[in-house]
């Protein structure tokens, strides 16, 4: 409800509300996800070669330790889920603010998508069928909302940094710039907000399932 009140008593109300999920509508969008589903690729094949000593240390960007998930409390999930959104959504942001920012923006969606795939790739590789159902029940829907999230991040990263590359070009554009970083950094501030409920996911799904796995 905050979050809410915070986002509508800063001029996102009446039709202006479709800006929240324009980015999820957008062919970028789909541009974005055909790039992470390129990275989960990747990240699974290469997963399936890696060892848990890897899992551990990417942990703190990727959330790729399963034990961790397994082994620790429901808080310690929340928070470290968390921080790796935020994380990317950090980099995100800094890079909608910069006029180049739009090249790393690309990229993003696949380093993503390439963490997730490490995950993907090695728990099939030690575990078998064990493994994928364990993806399946606890680490998928959390990371399908967040990466949901990051993709749509991206779009509105890209987009800002193209359009400030355009006025410090003197290319002409049809918007205040005063205006389109308000609306960049209220997007983002959602976006925020959504990450929260994919943690929120990682959390519910590990509390319900992660005693059915004794890995």
Not at 57 to 80: G, P, W, Y
Not at 190 to 211: E, G, K, N, T
Request: glycine content about 8%.
């Amino acid at each position: 409800m905050l979050m809410k009140k915070i986002i509508w008593s800063a001029g996102l109300q009446g039709s202006n509300r479709s800006r929240l999920y324009a980015p999820f509508k957008s062919t970028l969008f789909l541009v974005m996800l055909i790039t992470l589903f390129g990275g989960i690729i990747t990240g699974s094949i290469c997963g399936a070669s890696a060892d848990e000593g890897l899992m551990k240390k990417l942990n703190v960007i990727f959330l790729t330790d399963f034990h961790f998930r397994c082994k620790q409390s429901a808080v310690d999930v929340f928070i470290a889920s968390m921080g790796c959104s935020f994380i990317f959504l950090l980099i995100i942001f800094l890079c909608g603010l910069a006029l180049w920012g739009f090249i790393a923006d690309a990229m993003i969606p696949f380093i993503k998508g390439y963490g997730y795939g490490l995950s993907v790739g090695y728990l099939y590789s030690a575990y078998s069928f064990r493994g994928i159902l364990y993806n399946l029940l606890i680490i998928l829907p959390g990371a399908f909302i967040c990466c949901a999230v990051i993709c749509a991040a991206c779009c509105e990263s890209l987009n800002h940094s193209m359009r400030m590359l355009s006025s410090y070009r003197r290319t002409p554009v049809s918007d205040d710039p005063h205006i389109r970083i308000k609306h960049f950094l209220l997007a983002m501030l959602w976006l925020l907000f959504l990450s929260l409920i994919s943690s929120a996911a990682d959390v519910l799904f590990s509390v319900l399932f992660s005693r059915l796995f004794d890995f």
